[in-house]
Nanobody
Framework: QVQLAESGGGLVQPGGSLRLSCAAS????????MAWYRQTPEKRRELVAR???????TYGDSVKGRFTISRDNAKNTVFLQMNNLKPEDTGVYYC???????????????WGQGTQVTVSS
């Protein structure tokens, strides 16, 4: 059973920083893309950042220059360093990854359960 587990969310003041982590576990044969999405209070889900299996980094326009995505392939983990946070960054942050389980010969898309980030004074 492959699972994604996020951690690191919380309440932070504007201008502050948070670091999110997402660890994939289970019988994993390989991981391709790993990404972070967020769902805003208006229920809109948007791409925050993606780290492709080939090393290509993609960021949403609103977070460029403030957020950094990284991954530790040995630990099947992806991170999101968020600096200079703004109230509009508030939302539920979801980890997303394309994972091939040991029992499969294809990559399947998985979502984590989400972690709340609130930016408020």
């Amino acid at each position: 059973q492959v699972q994604l587990a996020e951690s690191g969310g919380g309440l932070v003041q504007p201008g502050g920083s948070l670091r999110l982590s997402c660890a994939a576990s289970g019988n994993i044969a390989g991981i391709n893309n790993m990404a972070w999405y967020r769902q805003t209070p208006e229920k809109r889900r948007e791409l925050v950042a993606r780290f492709s299996g080939s090393g290509l980094l993609t960021y949403g326009d609103s977070v460029k220059g403030r957020f950094t995505i990284s991954r530790d392939n040995a630990k099947n983990t992806v991170f999101l360093q968020m600096n200079n946070l703004k109230p509009e960054d508030t939302g539920v942050y979801y980890c997303n990854a394309d994972i091939r389980a040991m029992t499969q010969n294809f990559f399947q898309n998985y979502w984590g359960q989400g972690t709340q980030v609130t930016v408020s004074s």
